[in-house]
C-alpha cells in the first residue's frame, strides 16, 4: 500500500502505509509554489502530473 502526496510547494513524494510510521520510498521536486490546474492522474503504472501548460510523466514501476 503506497500513497502519493502532491504539494502545492511542488514536492511529489511517494511513502509506504503498511506500517504505523510512514516510510518515505521516492521524492521529487517539480518546481516552487505550483498552480496546479488539474488532479494528478496515474495509468499503467505511470503518473501524470500536469503543472500550467506542461505535462509530467513519473513511472512509478521504477519505485520498489
Do not use: M, Y
Amino acid at each position: 500500500d503506497k500513497l502519493l502526496v502532491l504539494t502545492q510547494s511542488g514536492s511529489l513524494t511517494l511513502l509506504d502505509i503498511t506500517q504505523p510510521v510512514p516510510k518515505e520510498l521516492g521524492s521529487v521536486s517539480l518546481g516552487a509554489d505550483i498552480d496546479f490546474q488539474s488532479h494528478p492522474a496515474v495509468c499503467d503504472g505511470k503518473l501524470f502530473v500536469r503543472v500550467g501548460k506542461s505535462l509530467s510523466c513519473f513511472d512509478l514501476h521504477q519505485v520498489n
